[in-house]
């Protein structure tokens, strides 16, 4: 028999084990949309469709069995935007100045009050 401590720990393991997932095929999914913008190639953005519409669904749609959507929407918004910016600023050489930085924090900290009011 499980017991519940032991329970809560694979329920934990398991949210971070999908939202790592869902944050790799966020990430995916939005290079496949800078590649379709960059090259005009529809494969790109059927793709881009495919991973948002249906397999980052289904990732949601199994984390709402360990939690609430708004625990998943909020490590989802926070780890996949850190690395959209990090591949950003480092694979595509995108510019990062004072006023996206500022907004990049503001949006972080909207996430948490939002995390956290309840």
Do not use: P, R
């Not at 953005?45 to 709402?64: D, E, Q």
């Not at 910016?85 to 995108?94: Q, V």
Request: aromatic share 18%; hydrophobic share 55%; proline share 0%.
């Amino acid at each position: 028999m499980i017991s519940k401590n032991n329970k809560s720990n694979q329920n934990f393991i398991s949210f971070i084990l999908i939202i790592i997932v869902i944050v790799f095929f966020d990430v995916v999914g939005m290079h496949c949309l800078k590649y379709h913008n960059d090259y005009n190639n529809i494969n790109y953005f059927y793709a881009s469709c495919f991973i948002y519409g249906v397999i980052i669904s289904f990732l949601i749609l199994k984390s709402l069995n360990f939690t609430n959507i708004t625990v998943i929407n909020f490590s989802w918004f926070c780890i996949g935007t850190l690395i959209n910016i990090i591949i950003g600023l480092y694979i595509y050489e995108e510019k990062l100045n004072y006023m996206k930085l500022l907004g990049i924090v503001i949006a972080f900290i909207g996430a948490i009050i939002i995390f956290y009011s309840d």
